[in-house]
């Protein structure tokens, strides 16, 4: 006990027993120049993991938001000197957390400017700070956009961060003297360039059925597309060159695959019509009509995976993207559950980058790529 107020007062050299047993210590502890009135008092055993702590309101004040972490400080404490080291360790970096300073006064004088200059009617969010805001735009096509601006309190000596829902990151052009107006003119022009790259997937979305992704946001730039049943074509748009052919990767039996695959490289390129939209070109070059969702149902399209037993993948939300070439057969499943399945197992053959292994259902030899890819 005697090592112990030793190694305590070492840490804390205002902090003194409070009784006889020495269960009890009151005292100061000093951080960052700052000492705070602190009383801590063990249980009979002198077991520190239960130690209660009493404190000033400062001290509570900082304290308030790190309960979880403080008790799990107690509970992994070797003693209470170790505890006190650690406790002086977390309050120091609250303390340097909440001392952020505060902007200069021309900061808000600015920034309302600004803001008025922008119009406060277009302005969704303003956070109590008035760092962050958020500004709402509609564009041509009817689409709503959220640019969401984090001003640094050194603004505008530092520059803002934006950030917003687009295929590219949105990066403007920005010097001191540029204004949140020119930032949001600069993102008007580029939702506005985007809008022919939005109108190709648009027309996907509605005229067929669409696997993947599940619910696709203004920055996606795939649509794996429906053929027909157990075969899609997963097309992904250029934002920047969206009239032209797209990179196309079919999913689905391996000689219906090679069907398309020659389509598309005997026919793609020459045959492709920048006056005719994406989906008419594909149907063209690939001579199939892509189901409608006007004359056909979701349900002869939705898979579930013979692993899993679900149609979306846990993590990626992908719909089945692997298929049994044996046609009597055709058992859909998810590359990534094939993938996870055959790693498992011993008889697993790998060679060439590819494992392979039988269908769980018909015994077929199937094969996956050893690595997984993954989409966005
Ligand atoms: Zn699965
Ligand atoms: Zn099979």
Redesign the pocket.
Known sequence: MAESLKEVQHVCPLLLPADTKRLSYSGFIRVKDKSFYLKISLPDDGDVHYAKIDCDWQLRNYLSKHQAVLKKKLLLARDLPSFLIDFKMLLNQIMSLQAQPLPPPNYYSRLISEIEEIGWNRLSHIDTKFQDIQITLNDTGGRVHVLSIHLPYKYPIEPPVCNAVLPLAFQPNWSSSTTLADIVRQFEKVILEYQRFWDVLDELDKKTWVLDPSSPSLSSTYRRIVIRSHLSLQVTIDPLHPQLMPECTPLGPTEEVKVIKDRLYSRGQQCWNTRCSVLENLQNILSVNFPSPISTKEEDYIMECGICYTHRHYENGRAPDFT???KQ???PYHVSCLYEWLTSLTSTRKSFGFLFGE??????A?SVKLMVPSVE
Not at 359 to 364: D, F, G, K, T, V
Request: proline share 0%; with cysteine.
């Open positions: 049994c070439d044996n057969c055709s058992q269908c769980l259902y018909c015994n077929e199937i």
